[in-house]
């Protein structure tokens, strides 16, 4: 199982660690200030107080161990590119960064970042479940309970037809739509065939639907 360190306390950060703890997942939630880790400790599996500046308390954490690393630094933009550049010289594997504007997300894309986010159009849910399944591709959460979700097929759904996978009694999710290529079909019927490279949305619970980016 996957294995998340967010770097900075603030609400975006404290939204993906949240949602990824939800998910079932490890996290382990760094930030400088007492105050801002004491108040996640419920919420994760693990806290530190540590300056993300400093190279050897990074070290310390054995940060390059985890799969992916958030750094989810607010206003300083200096700090936010110098951990990234830590974090990359320490070599960990997947460096996820939230960026303040376009300008500040060039720059870490050119010090190395694997990803960048942007707050004002990547909610902390969003990027949670971008962050646990490589198949998708948009998540858009309606109420507490449920979301819309936009992925990639599943291998283990290709080649079969909807009525076939009966998604809506055993995964307990519904394909409101499929698009395939640079076309759509926004009521696919029974007798529909998922093919490779088809991208389906699909509504259902969030516990549904995280059943279903598991399925690759």
Same mark, same amino acid.
């Given at each position: 199982?996957?294995?998340?360190?967010? *770097?900075?306390?603030?609400?975006?950060?404290? %939204?993906?660690?949240?949602? @990824?703890?939800?998910?079932?997942?490890?996290?382990?939630?760094?930030?400088?200030?007492?105050?801002?880790?004491?108040?996640?400790?419920?919420?994760?599996?693990?806290?530190? *107080? $540590?300056?993300?500046?400093?190279?050897?308390?990074?070290?310390?954490?054995? *940060?390059?161990?985890?799969?992916?690393?958030?750094?989810?630094?607010? !206003?300083?933009?200096?700090?936010?590119? &110098?951990?990234?550049? /830590?974090?990359?010289? &320490?070599?960990?594997?997947?460096?996820?960064?939230?960026?303040?504007?376009?300008?500040?997300?060039?720059?870490?894309?050119? *010090?190395?970042?694997?990803?960048?986010?942007?707050?004002?159009?990547?909610?902390?849910?969003?990027?949670?479940?971008? +962050?646990?399944?490589?198949?998708?591709?948009?998540?858009?959460? &309606?109420?507490?309970?449920? %979301? +819309? @979700?936009?992925?990639? $097929?599943?291998?283990?759904?290709?080649?079969? %037809? &909807?009525? !076939? +996978?009966?998604?809506?009694?055993?995964?307990?999710?519904?394909?409101? $739509?499929?698009?395939?290529? $640079?076309?759509?079909?926004?009521?696919?019927?029974? /007798?529909?065939?998922?093919?490779?490279?088809?991208?389906?949305?699909?509504?259902? @619970?969030?516990?549904?639907?995280? %059943?279903?980016? !598991?399925?690759?």
């Amino acid at each position: 199982m996957k294995q998340f360190a967010v *770097i900075g306390l603030g609400r975006f950060g404290i %939204s993906v660690a949240e949602n @990824l703890q939800r998910m079932g997942y490890d996290v382990l939630a760094i930030d400088e200030s007492e105050e801002r880790v004491n108040a996640v400790a419920s919420l994760v599996t693990h806290t530190a *107080i $540590a300056d993300s500046l400093n190279e050897k308390a990074l070290r310390s954490l054995g *940060i390059r161990n985890f799969d992916v690393v958030v750094v989810a630094i607010g !206003q300083d933009i200096q700090a936010s590119i &110098l951990t990234t550049l /830590h974090l990359k010289e &320490l070599g960990c594997k997947h460096v996820v960064v939230k960026a303040q504007n376009e300008i500040h997300g060039k720059v870490l894309e050119k *010090i190395g970042a694997d990803h960048v986010v942007f707050p004002e159009r990547d909610m902390g849910a969003r990027v949670a479940h971008y +962050l646990v399944a490589n198949n998708i591709l948009d998540y858009l959460e &309606l109420s507490p309970e449920y %979301s +819309l @979700l936009e992925c990639r $097929a599943p291998e283990k759904l290709v080649g079969k %037809s &909807l009525s !076939q +996978l009966n998604l809506r009694v055993n995964m307990g999710i519904n394909v409101v $739509a499929i698009k395939r290529s $640079a076309n759509i079909d926004p009521s696919p019927g029974g /007798h529909t065939v998922i093919q490779r490279d088809d991208i389906l949305v699909v509504i259902g @619970l969030n516990t549904d639907l995280h %059943s279903l980016e !598991q399925c690759d």
